[in-house]
């Protein structure tokens, strides 16, 4: 009973470096979420995707790029790393948005904790 | 656009106390509203929602918030604290209506003394 998974768990980068952050979930859900979570500032979403083959960019959205690889997957790819990138990493994912499911929670990840140095 | 408000960014009680956590949102229709807890290290788990269909709604480990459309308010609420319940509590708030975004507040930390 996996839930959300999330790999890697920690990572520590070099300013320019590139790196994708993997997500996957097993609950045969349609929508997926990333957010980024630093001290104060609570949660934040960067991009998410509706249903497999689509996505669209959230509040934060600047310096990052998505792929919805499948229904199960959304990786979330960091193509030129920065310092202000440093933060905690969640994935997300929630049954469908149709009518009468709007109420439904996201089920989340443990988290990608990374550091750009 | 919403927002959602926890005044507080860090709460302590003793243990046994009550605990009452805040959480106000702006909103021209009343949302979707979430509670989530977050445990050192890991992610976040819900805690209960409200969807109209109570306003009073109960959740895990004996948690319960109360929707006040007038306050706009959806308060989280524990009669007796227990130490294993010290965490990061998140308020979320998502619009009725087409939406797919949750709005989080920026936490608040619970301590629990002994």
């Known amino acids: 009973n996996a839930g959300v998974t999330q790999t890697p768990k920690f990572q520590v980068l070099k300013t320019g470096q590139s790196m994708t952050l993997q997500c996957a979930q097993d609950m045969n859900h349609n929508s997926m979420y990333w957010y980024r979570q630093d001290p104060g500032m609570g949660l934040r979403l960067i991009y998410y995707?509706?249903?497999?083959?689509?996505?669209d960019k959230g509040e934060v959205p600047n310096g990052y790029n998505v792929s919805r690889l499948n229904k199960r997957e959304f990786s979330l790819r960091l193509e030129s790393a920065a310092p202000s990138q440093t933060s905690v990493y969640f994935c997300a994912s929630s049954d469908k948005q149709g009518q009468g499911l709007s109420n439904q929670p996201q089920h989340f990840g443990d988290g990608t904790r990374l550091s750009i140095l | 656009a919403q927002s959602v408000t926890q005044l507080g960014s860090h709460v302590s009680v003793s243990e046994g106390a009550l605990v009452l956590l805040r959480c106000n949102y702006s909103?021209?229709?009343?949302?979707?509203l979430f509670w989530y807890v977050q445990y050192p290290n890991q992610g976040l788990q819900l805690l209960l929602k409200y969807t109209s269909a109570a306003t009073l709604v109960k959740g895990i480990n004996g948690f319960e918030a109360e929707f006040k459309k007038s306050e706009t308010s959806f308060h989280l609420t524990k009669p007796s604290a227990h130490m294993s319940d010290a965490a990061e509590y998140f308020c979320?708030?998502?619009?009725?209506?087409?939406?797919?975004?949750?709005?989080f507040g920026k936490g608040t930390k619970l301590s629990v003394i002994p």
């Open positions: 995707s509706a249903s497999e083959g689509t996505t």
């Open positions: 909103s021209s229709v009343p949302p979707y």
């Open positions: 979320a708030v998502r619009r009725r209506a087409g939406s797919y975004q949750l709005t």
